[in-house]
C-alpha cells in the first residue's frame, strides 16, 4: 500500500486554488488521499465522517487548510446539519459507505439492500443537502465501482447499486448543470478498504483481479484520488463515468 511522496508525483494549474472541496469519508483511504491532492493544490478541505478522532488525526496531517466535522450519510438529520455550517461547496465527493456483499441466495433483504442504503442513498442525499451550496462552476464525484460493469462475483444487489450510481450521475448531471456531475468507478484497490478485511480474503481477490485486468497489476488510493482530481478540474466532462481499473471492464 505504499504511496509515492505527494510532491513527487502532483502537478497542479491553480484551479483549485481557493475553493472549498467536501471530501465525507474523507478520514481514510481513497477520501483522505483526495484531501492531501486538493490541499497541494490549495484547496480548503473539509473532512466528514462518521469518527471524531480519526477525522481529527486526519485533518492534522492534511494540514492547516483541513478542517472536519462529524456527519453520517445514512442520516437525513446528520448531512442537513454538515452543509448548514457551509458557506459554498465547490467542490464534493463522497466515499463513505457501510455495506454487506454477497449472493442474493444467501443474503438477507436488508443486506442486500444495505449497499442502496449506504452508498446509493447516501450519495443521493448528501448532493441534495449539497445543492443549495453548490457554486455554479463546480463539481460532483459520485463513487461507483468497477461491479456495476463486470460483477467478479455473484452479489448481484451490490453489482446492482454500482451500476444504478452511474445513472444516478448521468441524471443529476442534467438537474443541476451547469454544476458538473460525474462518477469514478474504480476496480480492487490496495488500500485501507482491503485492508480491513481477512488475508486469506484479500490474497485471493488481490490474484484473481491481477488476472482478470489488462495491466495484470492492483490500483492504488493515488490511482483514484488523480481521477477524482481531473473530474474536479476538467470543466468540460460532465454525466461521464470514469474507470480507473486497470482495465478490467474490458475484459
Not at 484531501?35 to 494540514?63: D, I, K, M, N
Not at 449506504?118 to 443549495?132: D, L
Not at 474504480?186 to 484479500?202: E, H, M, S, V, Y
Amino acid at each position: 500500500m505504499s504511496q509515492l511522496p505527494l510532491d513527487a508525483e502532483t502537478r497542479h494549474d491553480g484551479r483549485l486554488e481557493g475553493r472549498t472541496v467536501v471530501l465525507i469519508g474523507g478520514g481514510t483511504g481513497i477520501g483522505l488521499r483526495v484531501a492531501h491532492h486538493a490541499a497541494a493544490a490549495g484547496a480548503r478541505v473539509v473532512l466528514g465522517g462518521r469518527t471524531p478522532a480519526r477525522l481529527a488525526a486526519a485533518a492534522e496531517r492534511v494540514g492547516d487548510s483541513a478542517t472536519w466535522r462529524t456527519v453520517d450519510v445514512t442520516d437525513g438529520a446528520s448531512l442537513t446539519a454538515f452543509f448548514a455550517e457551509l458557506d459554498r461547496v465547490d467542490h464534493l465527493f463522497t466515499s463513505a459507505a457501510s455495506y454487506q456483499v454477497g449472493p442474493m441466495l444467501e443474503l438477507s433483504d436488508e443486506a442486500a439492500a444495505s449497499p442502496f442504503a449506504s452508498k446509493f442513498w447516501g450519495q443521493y442525499h448528501a448532493v441534495r443537502c449539497a445543492a443549495p451550496k453548490l457554486a455554479a462552476d463546480g463539481s460532483v464525484v459520485l463513487m461507483s465501482g468497477a461491479a456495476g460493469a463486470r460483477p467478479p462475483a455473484p452479489a448481484p444487489a451490490y453489482a446492482a447499486c454500482n451500476a444504478a450510481i452511474e445513472g444516478l450521475g448521468r441524471g443529476l448531471a442534467l438537474e443541476l448543470a451547469p454544476v458538473r456531475v460525474n462518477v469514478v468507478s474504480p476496480g480492487t484497490i490496495d488500500g485501507n478498504l482491503w485492508a480491513q478485511r481477512p488475508a486469506a480474503d484479500r490474497e485471493g481477490a488481490f490474484a484473481q483481479y491481477r488476472r482478470d485486468t489488462v495491466l495484470h497489476r492492483l490500483g492504488t488510493e493515488d490511482d483514484i484520488a488523480h481521477a477524482v482530481m481531473f473530474l474536479f478540474t476538467n470543466g468540460f466532462t460532465t454525466g461521464s463515468t470514469l474507470y480507473p481499473d486497470g482495465g478490467y471492464t474490458l475484459r
